[in-house]
């Protein structure tokens, strides 16, 4: 045979064997652009799933209940948390965030990927508990005078939110080391395509493609 004529075996097609999903974080600062890049994902990547959290904070303009977050008073919240339905949950800026537990499970045994826009303490806890499921992208601000721009250019949140948030930022970014990868987003094309290229290399991971073991075994088989 030569190397142009087709091999006996068929080639599978990596993205319709089946394998595990994933669960993506995305964790920065506030302000650094998690979401601005979840979205640019989502928009891209038809397998890729968000991971939709429950949360005590009010919506902001805009925000979309179900789509953006589940908004539900301390009460729900706790009751939730109660009844382990959370896989991790944290405060953060006062008040709480939880992410549901049973979506994200049941779509990881159906191989679907999940998306997490959630801060260090949640990433932590799904490490802990999903250990190689776990992928951890953390965003950078390419400095805290631009985060605090974008903060405030984001006009969501009032002069004393913000200050909080930048409060809170340098905590945040201490914890950039308990991460697999770290983007400065500077250029937002730039950082967008560095995270989804992360993304499509983590599904190849040899350890996630448990669908080409019938395929490896076949070729390295002792012909007959
Ligand atoms: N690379 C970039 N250059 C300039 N502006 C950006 C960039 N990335 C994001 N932004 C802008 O910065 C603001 C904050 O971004 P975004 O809301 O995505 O941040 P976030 O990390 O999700 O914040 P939070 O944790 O508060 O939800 C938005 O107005 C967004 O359009
Ligand atoms: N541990 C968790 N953190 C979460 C979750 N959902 C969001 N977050 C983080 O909270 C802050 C603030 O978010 P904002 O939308 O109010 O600006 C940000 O760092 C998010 O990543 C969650 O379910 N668990």
Same mark, same amino acid.
């Given at each position: 045979?030569?190397?142009?004529?087709?091999? !006996?075996?068929?080639?599978?097609?990596?993205?319709? #064997?089946?394998?595990?999903?994933?669960? &993506?974080?995305?964790?920065?600062?506030?302000?650094?652009?998690?979401?601005?890049?979840?979205?640019?994902?989502?928009?891209?990547? *038809?397998?890729?799933?968000?991971?939709?959290?429950?949360?005590?904070?009010?919506?902001?303009?805009?925000?979309?209940?179900?789509?953006?977050?589940? &908004?539900?008073?301390?009460?729900?919240?706790?009751?939730? %948390? /109660?009844?382990?339905? &959370?896989? /991790?949950? %944290?405060?953060? &800026?006062?008040?709480?965030?939880?992410?549901?537990?049973? @979506?994200?499970?049941?779509?990881?045994? @159906?191989?679907?990927?999940?998306?997490?826009?959630?801060?260090?303490?949640?990433? $932590?806890?799904?490490?802990?508990?999903? $250990?190689?499921?776990?992928?951890?992208?953390? #965003? #950078? =601000?390419?400095?805290?005078? /631009?985060?605090?721009?974008?903060?405030?250019?984001?006009?969501?949140? *009032? =002069?004393?939110?913000? !200050? !909080?948030?930048?409060?809170?930022?340098?905590? @945040?970014?201490?914890?950039?080391?308990?991460?697999?990868?770290?983007?400065?987003?500077?250029?937002?094309?730039?950082?967008?395509?560095?995270?989804? $290229?992360? #993304? %499509?290399?983590?599904?190849?991971?040899?350890?996630?493609?448990?669908?080409?073991?019938?395929?490896?075994?076949?070729?390295? %088989?002792? @012909?007959?």
């Amino acid at each position: 045979m030569t190397d142009l004529e087709p091999s !006996a075996l068929s080639i599978p097609d990596s993205d319709a #064997l089946h394998r595990r999903g994933l669960m &993506f974080i995305l964790s920065s600062p506030s302000g650094a652009g998690k979401t601005t890049v979840a979205r640019m994902l989502l928009a891209q990547d *038809s397998r890729l799933h968000m991971s939709v959290s429950a949360t005590t904070r009010a919506p902001r303009a805009g925000e979309v209940n179900g789509r953006d977050y589940i &908004f539900v008073d301390q009460s729900e919240f706790d009751r939730m %948390a /109660e009844d382990g339905q &959370f896989l /991790e949950w %944290a405060h953060v &800026f006062g008040h709480s965030y939880g992410t549901p537990k049973a @979506e994200v499970k049941a779509g990881l045994k @159906e191989g679907k990927d999940y998306l997490f826009d959630i801060d260090w303490q949640g990433t $932590q806890q799904l490490h802990q508990k999903m $250990q190689a499921d776990v992928v951890r992208v953390f #965003l #950078l =601000p390419p400095s805290i005078d /631009e985060l605090r721009r974008r903060l405030t250019a984001r006009n969501t949140d *009032s =002069p004393d939110v913000i !200050a !909080a948030r930048m409060d809170r930022a340098k905590a @945040e970014i201490s914890h950039w080391d308990a991460y697999d990868y770290v983007i400065v987003n500077d250029d937002i094309e730039i950082c967008y395509a560095k995270v989804a $290229q992360i #993304l %499509a290399a983590e599904r190849m991971r040899r350890t996630r493609q448990t669908g080409l073991i019938g395929f490896v075994r076949e070729m390295t %088989a002792p @012909e007959a």
